[in-house]
């Protein structure tokens, strides 16, 4: 113990990272110089969780940092704020077994009745003040739960206002009210994400989160997930979230995620994009060609009247990136066109890209783009991609075969990927089986850590119904056959024995085994067995 002791702290920290908190705990009472190297390492995150189990736990916590009593709260870097309805635990089948239940029952494995315990909200009376203790946090993930009281959320709110060291905030909203989540409250962040839905998302988040952004000019990541409404009349846009950052200070953007906004790059936007270096986008939403269906011809009007000249086509957004020469590290997108690749093949750089839904509206323009992206832009960044996922809806050119695997060999840096295959080219009996040709590429590739392998839809159920009959038999038998196939690929070389083979129905690691012959083979990542059954 004295050897240890006499090591650096910054040493001793780096050891004690790898215990679990119960050895840390114990370690924590061998000395008062272990204990503050550990304590922080503790109370780092500290997370403020209502439990229908353990409903006096909540109250000591918060009164312990309203009180200042705990030193936890001097170690606080980041803060999970979740749970604050007495029945937010519960999953929504429970939530509804308990309502028919006897208000005196109790639930068979889920402890006492969520309205048994509704009286608790007043136990919560040191919420804001044990918030307000934790003024070296920097980071909060606040949960805001459907049945949430509507006090939580002015309690929360005005207590992240007096934590001076905040820059990121991630809310995730549970489909509730938001009506006091007054985010125009806040000021000086450099990260926001915004997730789920809420009721009158338009006035009750989009309003605030504007007023937000145009008071943190030193906002770096804006991630607004998606833009849910409760109508189509109810859609906003890109411009409503920077339209009131000041034009003589512009931000620097460099991340943004959008999903179901109408989205314009133009005057007012650009310069906050400046610096942007990754960009996810989807459902981009062009009201100039949106047909609603939920409005009548004066609201569809009205909704053209207030977005139409902040709506641009997804085409126009790439060939404006590629005319302003706004060079993407990071690229997230679930719409593959021209464009798109022509800005995809107009530099060099690219990092991270991941295709969600690569396809088109034929068979034969799919195939087209798909070749196009292999020969053309796949080599112009071959030297810096760490990541490729490209998921295709239906088989064909986009899936791994003999005309894309030297382009993907070229990827020498490339520790990630994700693609899809085509059935057909699955044939064990006669050795031409395209999971195997695709693990020895695997092989080859020298930084390659994980390997994902998928199928997609045939092409004969293009213009199906999703989720048919015919796509999930097809589905469940090329998934099948992608799990026989990688357990049958070896033995392998030792280069293969660190890569991790992910298939929908499980994971592959190396490991021996002698039913199968001499060296390693893929097995799956469980303690037993391959389990080829899916």
Request: charged share 25%; net charge neutral; proline share 4%.
């Amino acid at each position: 113990m004295l050897e240890l002791l006499s090591l650096p702290p910054e040493i001793i920290e780096k050891i004690t990272e790898y215990l679990g908190g119960t050895h840390k705990k114990t370690v924590r009472r061998v000395c008062r110089y272990l204990n503050e190297i550990v304590e922080h390492q503790l109370f780092s995150n500290i997370v403020l969780k209502y439990s229908n189990y353990q409903p006096d736990l909540i109250c000591e916590q918060l009164e312990a940092l309203a009180s200042r009593t705990t030193t936890a709260r001097i170690h606080a870097r980041s803060l999970e704020i979740r749970g604050f309805s007495p029945d937010s635990h519960l999953g929504a089948r429970s939530r509804s077994r308990s309502v028919e239940r006897n208000r005196n029952s109790r639930s068979r494995s889920r402890g006492p009745l969520a309205e048994a315990h509704s009286v608790n909200k007043g136990l919560l009376a040191h919420l804001g003040q044990a918030i307000c203790s934790l003024r070296k946090v920097q980071e909060v993930w606040w949960h805001v739960g459907m049945h949430d009281p509507e006090w939580v959320q002015i309690v929360v709110m005005d207590s992240l206002v007096s934590l001076p060291a905040l820059s990121e905030l991630r809310i995730s909203l549970g489909g509730g009210t938001a009506s006091s989540l007054k985010l125009e409250q806040l000021t000086d962040l450099r990260k926001i994400t915004i997730t789920g839905s809420c009721l009158h998302y338009r006035r009750d988040v989009v309003s605030g989160l504007r007023t937000l952004i145009s008071n943190s000019p030193r906002l770096t990541h804006l991630d607004v997930g998606h833009n849910y409404r409760s109508d189509d009349s109810d859609i906003s846009t890109l411009h409503d979230l920077l339209g009131a950052v000041p034009p003589a200070s512009p931000l620097n953007l460099s991340h943004l995620t959008l999903r179901g906004w109408c989205i314009r790059l133009d005057d007012i936007t650009l310069p906050h994009l400046r610096s942007l270096v990754s960009l996810s986008l989807h459902v981009n939403l062009d009201t100039r060609t949106f047909s609603p269906s939920d409005l009548d011809d004066s609201a569809h009007e009205e909704l053209l009247r207030r977005t139409a000249a902040f709506s641009s086509s997804t085409e126009e957004i790439w060939d404006t990136l590629r005319e302003e020469r706004i060079c993407l590290k990071e690229l997230t997108t679930d719409e593959v066109n021209d464009a798109l690749l022509d800005y995809l093949s107009s530099y060099s750089g690219l990092q991270k890209l991941t295709l969600t839904s690569a396809t088109a509206h034929s068979a034969k323009k799919s195939d087209a783009l798909a070749m196009k992206f292999y020969r053309d832009v796949l080599p112009k960044h071959a030297g810096t991609l760490v990541s490729l996922d490209v998921c295709p809806v239906y088989e064909g050119k986009w899936c791994f075969g003999k005309h894309n695997s030297s382009s993907l060999l070229q990827c020498t840096k490339l520790s990630n990927l994700k693609i899809h295959i085509n059935s057909e080219d699955i044939n064990r009996a006669k050795k031409q089986d395209v999971v195997w040709t695709l693990l020895e590429v695997a092989e080859d590739l020298p930084n390659l850590s994980q390997l994902s392998i998928s199928s997609a839809d045939s092409e004969s159920n293009r213009g199906g119904r999703s989720g048919s009959n015919p796509s999930i038999g097809h589905i469940y038998r090329v998934n099948k056959e992608i799990s026989q196939s990688v357990t049958t690929f070896g033995p392998l070389d030792s280069v293969g024995v660190s890569k991790i083979i992910t298939t929908p129905a499980r994971d592959y690691v190396a490991r021996s085994d002698k039913q199968a012959g001499d060296g390693l083979w893929y097995r799956s990542s469980m303690s037993q067995g391959s389990h080829l059954e899916l």
